[in-house]
């Protein structure tokens, strides 16, 4: 198991500039879930943008407006989750807070970084180019926790798109794949996680329809964004005995999306269930009695 | 428009070609824009364009109206100088149009709206100038040439005939975004065909504008798909390689290959458990960016498609409880369907293919694509489920309809009509299963929709109790719904529990069912939601469908049917996704997110209506601005028209007009089995022949009640033959080949149009030397855009007859109001 280059700010910096140069070298699989220690600073932020290769410029009045509203962001975060969810998972809430989410407000097709969009009052979509959106944070929030991520998981994602879900699934997991379909997308998406030493991200460009059946003993949670009248029978064969696979459905804009939730069975076969949740509210007060999701496990 | 210093005009048989130009021009660079929306955006939208193109006819009427004697005065500049402007303002509308940033998929959520509507006021701004100078110059041609009306609208509708046919012509040679720097041409050359003293300064300044035009057209920025359109991910994956592209007015068709293309079919997500293989990799075939269907990959000389999934399939159960069937496939699924079918057992396949690309690669193959039906011989029907079962009984053990069909073409929804399920139990066997497809990912009371319409069919042909002969069963995202004229016996119910069981799939109705205990053994969970209050189930598995599907088959109201219009479709009302009910519009709002793409035009549609009143009740405004101007100076003893019986007529005309011609357009949809070529024979023929209807203005002269009553009365007795006797007629000539059909359509339209080209010019040789003669065209054009919406409104909600029935009313209320100048009192 490596470990990062650093965890020391210079380190940080150093190391994600060294590592856009490497971009092409191959990444260490099944390294544990690294929390990022330095702290984020304009600095760091124009660095891992400039290292990712999407230059970006921006004063520090702008740099701590975004910081400003990460906390209100994140109580709306909070009590979102515990009214649809009953309660707000601290691993899901840790992962955000972690996560910058600026750094993922990127127009691809464009070459225009917009972070000053992130952690936008009123939650909304964002269109990044190539037929791609940065989901609302809320819903990002409810399908993150939907999940049901665990420190020993491994995750598959089919649909890279920003990243930022990927990501934020890889700070609580230990190993986290994504396969983005889309060429010019996924080629500039794979560049963005290194600089922020999310070492435990393996990105590709190509058919997710059989999944990643080079990672042995297959997935505890796999999201497929682009399935059409079916999921792939094949990703249901990489699935780990409870493991779930969710797949959202709907147009990218709205609020959120409808997830189908799959499960295996103790016999092997596979269970559904619809989950409107982000679009409405549990009839009945049986959502007091589902127990919260402890945190560590 | 004029060919003298004074403005005056001059007789002459070549006086109006200019107009005939642009008129044409203007109908074709509209069309040309509905296509640029429908494959570029979604053609919902293109609608808008629509009601852009009226507003600005309506008010250029209006100015027309205000400032008649300043446009008149200046009559001779204009018409030399307004081809050159429209040139102009042609391109840049275009390209702003092209460059507007608009996605119509942020309307749907709250937080994100705001900035679409901007975009939609950019269309606004772009669009409107042409259409606004267009008015002016076609209103001005009538202003200048009172005394000529009759010919005047006679050229303005026969080259707005002749530009639908042209622009429709050309969408088979050119791709739709290359349409508009054509249309540009002839509406410059309308400037080499004016006359006058300034027709050498507006033939040079035409051509400059047509060179900027094409430049900017063609050197600037280019259109292209909207990137969320389902074409986009596969055009942009690695390798991605368009391999063949077929130009026709019903769309722009792209065979496509990459790695994300698959037979695109709902299978058991335990297929591997029951050993089978994931559908095989293909070609997809895109229609205006939108999947139509996959289609097979080069394969050896009598080598079969690959249906290994087949099995696994949801679509797979009738074919276990009836082997060795004779079948019929409605809808051919790009040639996999009927492979499919006969390998699960089924010993002759019958197949029903409508679309006429999707026939042609069944047959030749498209590209390098293979042909579907290779290495086996099938009857194909062309003309639609109704037509194939024609005069059949008792002839089928499965008619089974693929769950791609509805979307392949508009005219299919009248598969899917109580209608059709009269049709279909009467050409099975006894013991015969019909198998209907409802997709329930976006709105699962869709499905509660489909068992109403089967129910009714059921009823109608006798089959009663109607729950007693229907079986559903479903996968998390699709229903099929199983009918039989035999009732559901326990032998085919446990075969079917069996069935289900294997491959997770759950069943949601057969006769005896108990929802309440089915829920403790479903595989796939589907709460049941209230559309109305927001809330969600949350009391433990659920099948929402299973908790109504009994309720809806025995005729009872149901908590979906109280929130949804679950009223079964009727080839009168044939549309499916129109389950919202309008008149809760705050509800629909409040739940906008949650709409389906397919219910969205329903509320555009609302929008447009609201847009098109508000203007139209400005344009009737204008005699209470400026009474004077609309009478203007008239000698005295002259005789004075009549304003109040004007604000009347023209709307009814403008309203009634377009009421029947969209009533004709569904109607020949249905009866040629594509809307595409419908709309083209009948917008065409209508437009032509009532132009020609409007030359004959002129022999009624001094005679205008006789020319009114005889159009009106033509046109009432025409819609009564119609409504009594169109159906059957069209039912006994529906064997018939395509191009006698088409012919029998314009043979329809012909006489009506005739005669609804006369009351136009009629009411406005009445409109004296004011301002009246504009403001009249412009009620006509402002109640144009009212009546698109309006009909959809009244057909959604009462069906396409009472489009028919509410036509002919407005053509009586004419009769009765038309403006007959009065002489004053003394």
Redesign the interface.
Known sequence: MTLPLSLTRRGFVAGAAATAAASTLPRAAGAAATPQTSPWTREAFIAAMEASGRPVRQTQAQFDAIQKRKPIAMKRIEKYLIERLGSADPAVMAAFEEIPREYFHYMY?SGTPTPGDAYED????W?L???SALS?YLGQAYMTQICEPKPDHTVLEIGTGSGFQISLLSRIVKSAYSIE?????GNAVKKIFAPLGYTNVQTK???G?FGWPEVQGGFDIIIVT?A???????L??QMKPGARMIIP???????GQ?L?V?TKDAE???????D??V??????G??MNRPAPKPGT | MTNDSTGQPEAGRCLFWPLFLISAGAVAYEIALTRYFAVAKWSEYGYWVISIVMVGFALSGVTLALARDFFVRRGAVLAASLPAVLVLTAALGFHFTVTNPF?P??L?????WEPQVWNIAGYYACLLPFYYLTGIYISLTFVMNASDVGRVYGFDLTGAGVGAAAVLALMFVLHPFDLVPALLVPIAASALLTRGKWRTQGTAAALVALLAGEALLLLGPRAAFN??KSI??PM???DAKVLAELRTPRGLYQLLDN??E?V????S?????LGL???PQTFGLYRDGNRLAALPKPMAAGTPLDVGYAG?GLDALPYTLLPKARALVVGASGGFRPAAVLSLGAATVDVVETEPVLRQALRDGIGTSPPGLAGRAHTVFADGTLAALDGKQAVYDIIDIS?DFMDAAEANLTAFTTDAMVAYLRALKPGGILSIPVSI??FPVYALRMLATVRAGLRQAGLSPAADHVLVYRS???VRILVSPAKWDADRIAAAKAFADER?FDLSYYPGFDPVAARAN??????A??FTS??????G?RDAIADEAGVVLKGDYSASSLAFNLDPTTMDRPGFHTVLRLAQLDTILK?L??LP?PEISGLVNLAVLAQAIIIALLVLAVPLVAPGRLRGRAAPGALRPAILRAAIYFPCLGLGFLFLEIFVIERASFYLNDRASAFALVLTGMLIFSGLGAMAESRFAGREWRGIAIAALLALGWCVLVLLGLESALMATLHLPWAVRALLVILLVAPVSLALGLPFPLGLSQAGTGGMLPWAWALNGAFSVVATPLANLIARNAGYSWVLICGAILYVVALITFPIARKPTP
Not at chain 1, 181 to 185: A, F, M, N, T
Not at chain 2, 108 to 112: E, I, L, V
């Open positions: 097709q009123t939650p909304k979509p269109a180019g190539y037929g609302d379909i889309i060429e010019p997308l460009v190509g058919d329809y682009c059409a009248q079916y999921a792939p029978p094949e249901f064969k459905i709907g147009q990218p804009f709205k609020r409808v189908y799959y092997g076969k596979i269970h559904s269930k619809r409107v949740g679009f409405f509210i549990p009839m009945t049986a959502m | 996605n998929l942020q749907q959520n709250p937080a994100t990137d969320f986009y991910a942009n994956t690695p790695f994300t698959r695109d079919t709902d299978i997500n335990n297929a591997g458990m293989p994931g559908p696994a769950a990912r976006d998390a995202w699709s997770s479903l595989y796939n969970d589907l709460p939601v209230s927001g809330e969600v189930s949350a009391d598995p739940r997110e949650i793409q």
